[in-house]
């Protein structure tokens, strides 16, 4: 094997593999802990130091990864296309 190839082809399969790894991820795990509350709901507030419902995850304690976020935005725009071009063989 040539090893300018084998030079190319590594990074290519890496990042590939680290993708479709990625991809699984977000089908099957689509919700991550809150960063800001560590999956709690709620955090410290800075004055008092009493407790407040987390306003990046509204207390449930986790949000949506940024991959299912793109998936689903992708998923919307393919619906809307496919019934947009149906309305238009209607008219």
């Keep these: 094997m040539d090893p ?21 991820t977000c089908a099957i795990w689509p919700f991550k802990r809150c960063r800001k509350c560590r ?22 304690g986790y949000r949506l990864r940024i991959g299912r976020h793109v998936w689903n935005a992708l998923t919307r725009n393919g619906r809307a296309r496919r019934a947009n071009r149906k309305n238009r063989k209607d008219l």
């Excluded at 399969?13 to 991809?23: D, S």
């Design 4 to 24: 300018l190839t084998t030079i190319i082809t590594t990074p290519a399969l890496l990042i590939t593999a680290i993708t479709v790894g990625y991809l699984l």
């Design 39 to 60: 999956g709690a709901g709620r955090h410290r507030s800075p004055v008092m130091r009493a407790y407040r419902t987390c306003g990046h995850c509204r207390g449930d």
